[in-house]
């Protein structure tokens, strides 16, 4: 019996329900079932998410969600959706398929680009996929598709550790939540951290992993366009992702991946610049955005060292004059850290090279980071903490324990004590009581 839905012509359609009744093995069907009723129903958490792909809802909006969606197919195909979203904003309608993966299952390009053709052929505005693959931003999807498919239907990547992280988020920091929503997204965090869920971090690099580390260690030479590089820079990729949501979880704020514009607008050219990075420098870089933060996290994982290094930059204060005065304006910001592998790095005017000394040297000697000219003071400060990992570095999984452990620790120690230097505001002139106040009016016309 068909349903006439915004427009939409439906062959089967469940509303999404809070709480299925699928299978105990049906771990799809209850995730996605689960997700799009609290959508339905969880009106901030329903405008941060749908904010990420480009739909900007209020309170005005209507959402409605549908599992097990059959639509009128053209052929034999009998594809059947996971779900459906639809949004309806006055008589504006917008509206997306859903096909979601959980466990270690992974998107199939084959199948996504029959979607996108149901989509087109019933005027849907777009196509979801949701797994525990990873991707930079939800238009970084992590298939590959023609040009042509998406030409008028976009395509859309959520992770599942996204969602998670983005309802943790509204539950920590968002305040105007009413208590029956609150407990919803409190169910729906309890289910969805709970490993029975399906649900998962991103674990472990790419099979390939330790092979690269080697090749690099014994002077060997990658190369730019191998299969090998491609699903290393992918990984690194995916896991750039996943500390980001890492971090919004700790710090309770939304800390993104900064890339420059050319590699939001288009993910190919961002994997084929990584890859040429990495084959250059032997390392992979990542810049993390942290609100309110002194500065942008920078984090490398140099191959050839096998280290990890966490730096944050911050400019020298300006109204001080002297070495002294400036690293002492420094040493205040980290009184409180004990980490005794922190490393500060002074970057001088001109050509001067850079001076690099340990935190504790610094304490007690101010001027440990003076350049050769003693008239010179540092232009720019990098803190630094380099870890390094030896064996555990070519690991596909001990290499992510590493690096999640030395991000945690450098920003512990570090990077939420440091501030920036911001000038002070121009002062008026000191009013001396001797000298007759000038007045306007007494100038002669």
């Known amino acids: 019996m068909q349903r006439a839905i915004t ?4 062959i089967q359609g469940e509303t999404a329900r809070l709480i299925p009744v699928a299978s105990e093995k049906a771990l799809e069907g209850r995730a996605t079932s689960i997700l799009l009723a609290t ?3 969880v009106e901030n958490f329903a405008a941060a998410i749908l904010r990420t792909v480009g739909q900007r809802v209020g309170s005005r909006a209507s959402i409605q969600c549908f599992t097990e969606v059959v639509l009128s197919q053209d052929g034999d195909q009998k594809d059947r959706p996971d779900g459906l979203i639809v949004v309806t904003v006055g008589k504006r309608t917008w509206s997306a398929l859903i096909e979601s993966k959980i466990g270690n299952a992974v998107i199939d390009a084959e199948q996504i680009q029959r979607y996108l053709a149901l989509a087109r052929q019933h005027k849907i505005d777009a196509v979801i996929t949701i797994s525990n693959q990873f991707a930079a931003l939800p238009t970084h999807h992590p298939i590959k598709v023609p040009k042509t498919a998406t030409r008028t239907v976009k395509l859309f990547h959520w992770s599942w550790t996204s969602l998670l992280t983005q309802a943790v988020y509204q539950i920590d920091v968002e305040q105007d939540i009413d208590p029956e929503q609150r407990y919803i997204l409190q169910e729906f965090c309890r289910y969805f951290s709970h490993a029975s869920s399906g649900v ?27 299969n090998e590089v491609k699903n290393t820079v992918g990984a690194w990729n995916q896991e750039q992702r996943d500390i980001a949501l890492l971090l919004t979880r700790e710090l309770k704020a939304p800390v993104s991946v900064k890339l420059r514009k050319s590699h939001r607008d288009d993910p190919e050219q961002r994997l084929k610049d990584d890859c040429a990075d990495l084959v250059k420098t032997n390392c992979l870089s990542s810049i993390f ?9 920078t984090v490398t994982a140099n191959l050839g060292l096998r280290t990890i290094t966490c730096m944050m930059e911050l400019q020298a204060p300006a109204d001080k004059k002297s070495t002294k005065a400036r690293v002492n304006w420094l040493l205040r910001q980290l009184q409180r850290s004990s980490d005794g592998t922190i490393q500060v790095v002074a970057k001088w005017p001109g050509r001067m090279h850079d001076t690099a000394t340990s935190l504790e040297v610094l304490r007690v000697d101010l001027n440990a980071l003076q350049c050769e000219n003693q008239r010179l003071a540092p232009s720019r400060f990098q803190v630094v903490l380099v870890r390094d990992l030896a064996g555990k570095f070519s690991g596909a999984k001990t290499f992510l324990d590493g690096m999640n452990l030395a991000i945690t620790d450098f920003y512990r120690a570090a990077g939420e004590h440091l501030k920036p230097w911001t000038p002070t505001a121009p002062k008026m002139p000191v009013k001396d009581d001797n000298v007759e106040e000038f007045k306007p ?4 016309t």
């Not at 092979?211 to 190369?223: H, I, M, R």
């Not at 955005?289 to 996290?297: F, R």
């Not at 009016?441 to 002669?444: A, D, G, I, L, Y």
Request: glycine share 6%; net charge negative.
């Open 7 to 10: 427009g939409l012509e439906l």
């Open 39 to 41: 959508l339905a129903v």
């Open 200 to 226: 998962k971090t991103f674990d472990a690099m790419n099979k390939e992993w330790r092979e690269v580390c080697l090749t690099v260690k014994n002077g060997g030479k990658l190369l730019k366009a191998s």
């Open 289 to 297: 955005v942290i609100p309110d933060a002194a500065s942008d996290l």
């Open 441 to 444: 009016s007494e100038v002669n």
